[in-house]
């Protein structure tokens, strides 16, 4: 996913004829760090291009989703389309009960009584829960900060606070909430940068890989899932809680 994201933005930079960028975005996203290596590129080049951004939510652009889309210019959705879920989420399962019903125990040698804080084979104790929330808090302030950066915003940090306890929002709800800046479709969006750019015709192009189809801006190539992150191509991962434990900025209803 990340390779993508960079193959596309590396072909958009040395291509002249780039007058501007659409972030198409579908997606709950996953992985905190992740998530911030995306924002990270697109905001390098924007600064590398100095041309505009802009993000268009066409189904799901929640909490990472949301995150990736405060590099943009301008943040329009989708009138169907769900944002927000604001926040950072640890997912942990406790199977000590299930593998004791089926004779099966687990036996973990350390070097120090937390080196397997968060284990699914053990009920976590109060003092790792206060070091895992810590951690979680850290992130959160971080999500914040992002958000209070994004061009064009106008939130204050107490109505961001309000608005980002990891509820979703429609796009009715986060223009009036001023998380979004317009509501509209995918057009809607081509259409509003052409003007920000002062052009009557221009030419949508999407990078992609050999032996991928893109027949309209809607397009996705072959293989993909149907929850993904378009900066054209971006494969959504699945979520595997009992493999590991991931700080994530995620919706998972």
Known sequence: MLSEVKETLQKGAKDEDIAGVILRINSPRRTITANDLILHELLVFKASRKIPLY???????ASGGYYIATAADEISAH???ITGSIGVLVMRFNVEG?????????????????KDIFSPFRPATPEEEKI???????LYQRFLDVILARPGGSLTKPELEKLADGRIYTAQQAAAARLIDRIGYLDDTVAALKKRLNLKEAKVIAYHRHGSYRGTIYSRSGGETPQVFNLININADGLEPLSSTEFMFLWEP
């Open 55 to 61: 993000a268009c939510i066409t189904g799901i652009g």
């Open 132 to 138: 895992v929330q810590n951690i979680i808090t850290s």
């Open 98 to 114: 299930l593998l004791s019903k089926i004779g099966v125990s687990e036996k973990t040698v350390k070097s120090g009584d937390k």
């Open 79 to 81: 009138p169907t389309a």
